[in-house]
């Protein structure tokens, strides 16, 4: 069964800190892997996009990267600011169909 | 710059009745999508419309829901007979072309309709 596994499940950083989301996925075959943000009651606004042959995208403070031989990747936040705090969410796409597969997201809170 | 809206923002309604949820996808889009998520859990794909006619559709979209473009910019889900665990959040998204394949487009979601089902 095709999967997206997101870790952390929930992290708390103080403002201005740096912080690192892991994304494992299982989706094959692949066609790309996108990163949303979800602020809490609202819906999903794409952060980054990636196709398997890219390695990183960015996104002002947001940094994605993209290793499709592991199958990971990880959504860096810089200089963390208190409305970077929300679920951020991956999710796989395959070639043929549009059957996005979603993580369960990870959820961020910033304190100041 | 152009977003994605939904109406209502919440819908309460009694078990067995039918409801229609409301989307205005964004103009210049061609691809419609709906996703529900239950509350505390990951986002589940319901149903992809091109076309005028479904693409695709999850195990969840039984015959209990469907989907229509009643004209050039409402694009609407019914829920025949809800149940109580039909009540969640349900997202309208569209995009400009098919994300499938190398696509890189972007996918815009709307503020999502809240279903409670009692």
């Known amino acids: 069964k095709n999967q997206v596994e997101q870790s952390p499940q929930s992290l708390i950083i103080l403002e201005g800190k740096n912080c690192t989301l892991q994304?494992?996925?299982?989706?094959?075959?692949?066609?790309?892997l996108r990163w949303y943000k979800q602020d809490t009651g609202r819906g999903p606004v794409s952060l980054t996009i990636?196709?398997?042959?890219?390695n990183t995208k960015s996104n002002g403070r947001y940094t994605a990267t993209l290793d499709a031989d592991t199958k990971q990747s990880s959504l860096h936040i810089t200089a963390s600011q208190l409305s970077d705090s929300a679920s951020y969410i991956c999710?796989?796409?395959?070639?043929?169909?549009?059957?996005?597969?979603f993580g369960a997201g990870t959820t961020v809170t910033v304190r100041a | 710059e152009p977003e994605v809206t939904q109406t209502p923002s919440h819908q309460v309604t009694q078990m067995g009745q039918e409801v229609i949820l409301r989307c205005v996808p964004i103009?210049?889009?061609?691809?419609f999508y709906w996703y529900r998520q239950i509350l505390g859990q990951k986002v589940e794909f319901l149903v992809s419309?091109?076309?005028?006619?479904?693409?695709?559709k999850s195990e969840i979209f039984d015959d209990q829901f469907s989907v229509e473009r009643p004209d050039g910019s409402n694009f609407t889900l019914k829920i025949r007979s809800t149940k109580l665990e039909d009540s969640a959040m349900y997202f309208c998204?569209?995009?400009?072309?098919?994300?499938?394949?190398?696509?890189?487009?972007?996918?815009?979601f709307g503020p999502g309709t809240r279903l409670t089902v009692l």
């Open positions: 103009s210049n889009h061609l691809y």
């Open positions: 419309f091109y076309n005028n006619e479904i693409s695709e």
């Open positions: 999710v796989v796409t395959r070639p043929s169909d549009y059957k996005l597969s």
């Open positions: 998204a569209s995009s400009e072309a098919r994300l499938a394949g190398l696509s890189t487009d972007t996918q815009y």
């Open positions: 990636m196709t398997f042959s890219e």
């Open positions: 994304c494992n996925y299982t989706v094959s075959p692949f066609s790309n």
